[in-house]
């Protein structure tokens, strides 16, 4: 299943498509005709954007999750937008509340927060804090490539480890392996999970779907390597797109098993707001050939619909194709990995780490 290369496409991003921001009271757009050079038609059609790096000031740094579909109740984004450049990236419509744009906006302009770790230390250190997991990219790769200059990840950790508080991590880069110091100090005290993602074994779609994640065999030799070193992995294979990557799911979980992993998930697809449009355009460009089976198999998961935002039904599905999902991930995973060995959360160190606590006794 080799990509469409003969239609131009913007090398090394996943949306090809600039989308105006639906908050912005106006917005300004070029016609192509208007333009008087070839050049500048070709560079308004093709762009080739940069990535840039924009520092915020958020006044605070956890996330409360209301929705019932997750199992933590806290979240923390060291980045805003996202270099991955993920098509399917239900994060992009988030870049909205920041005045930026979900499409090519999202993965090129990232905002980063360089006070995240006194941020979190504040917050940590609040007498009203109760220990509760949070997790690490809820909305965002903390692991994109952007951390491997500014460390905000790393030094949050530092600061969890500090504090005994437990954390989870949901990542596609390999960079995790820099913080393997940190992790095995967090696992030592079942202080860390790491949720590894991975959704397909195809080196070709994924450089097209995911283009700025890292490889399927890094990826397995990420979860090779935490494994080894007693840090609990969990493989997520999310999202699934039937048509797509469907035909990948008893691999990856032979393959997450083989690797270590102590336990594996999925979740389908859902393409919510302009994400479905991003959608539509890179899939017809990317697999003309397959694009409205594609299409058609995403929206028979959804009621029609390309997105579902009903809880306990979005991550599943409903229907034909969900169910042969469903199917599919129960017998790999009743084959290769029947038990969920992940280790239980310890809530019981922070509280003797507290700031302060000592001045007690």
């Known amino acids: 299943m080799k990509p469409n290369l003969a239609i131009k496409k913007i090398k090394g991003r996943g949306a090809q498509l600039r989308i105006p921001n639906r908050f912005s009271a106006r917005s300004v757009e070029t016609e192509v005709n208007d333009l008087p050079t070839e050049t500048e038609r070709e560079e308004l059609l093709f762009p080739r954007p940069e990535t840039k790096l924009v520092e915020v000031q ?22 805003q937008g996202c270099e991955h450049g993920c098509i399917y990236c239900y994060a992009r419509n988030s870049h909205e509340y920041w005045d ?22 504040d917050a940590l250190s609040n007498p009203k804090w109760k220990v509760s997991p949070v997790v690490l990219s809820g909305n965002t790769d903390c692991y994109q ?8 990840t790393r030094k949050c950790l530092e600061v969890f480890a500090e504090f005994h508080h437990p954390v989870g991590i949901i ?39 995911e283009p700025r994640t890292s490889s399927v065999k890094r990826m397995l030799n990420t979860i090779q390597i935490l494994t080894s070193n007693r840090i ?19 691999d990856i979980v032979k393959l997450a098993a083989e690797n270590g992993a ?30 409205e089976k594609v299409l058609n198999r ?64």
Do not use: C
């Open 58 to 79: 958020p006044k605070t740094i956890l996330n409360k999750m209301e929705s019932p579909d997750l199992p933590l109740d806290w979240s923390m984004n060291p980045y």
């Open 100 to 121: 930026g744009g979900a499409g090519l906006e999202f993965e090129t302009q990232i905002l980063v927060k360089l006070q995240a770790p006194r941020l979190l230390r």
């Open 145 to 152: 490539p952007a951390e491997a200059k500014l460390q905000i």
């Open 171 to 209: 990542t596609k880069n390999s960079l995790i392996l820099r913080d393997l110091d940190l992790l095995q100090q967090l696992a030592q005290n079942d202080l860390v999970h790491v949720n590894i993602s991975l959704n397909t074994l195809d080196e070709d779609l994924k450089r097209v779907m």
């Open 232 to 250: 609990p992995v969990r493989v997520l294979i999310a999202p699934i797109i039937p048509g797509l990557n469907d035909t990948d799911i008893m």
């Open 262 to 291: 102590g336990g594996v998930t999925y979740q389908v697809v859902r393409l919510n707001g302009h994400v479905g449009v991003l959608f539509e355009d890179w899939i017809q460009k990317t697999f003309p050939d397959r694009a």
């Open 298 to 361: 995403i929206k028979s998961l959804h009621g029609g619909k390309l997105n579902d935002s009903r809880f306990g039904k979005r991550m599943r599905g409903e229907g034909q194709w969900a169910e042969i999902i469903r199917q599919q991930f129960k017998l790999a995973k009743d084959r290769y990995l029947p038990e969920d060995t992940i280790p239980a959360f310890n809530l019981d160190l922070f509280d003797q780490h507290r700031p302060g606590q000592l001045g007690l006794f």
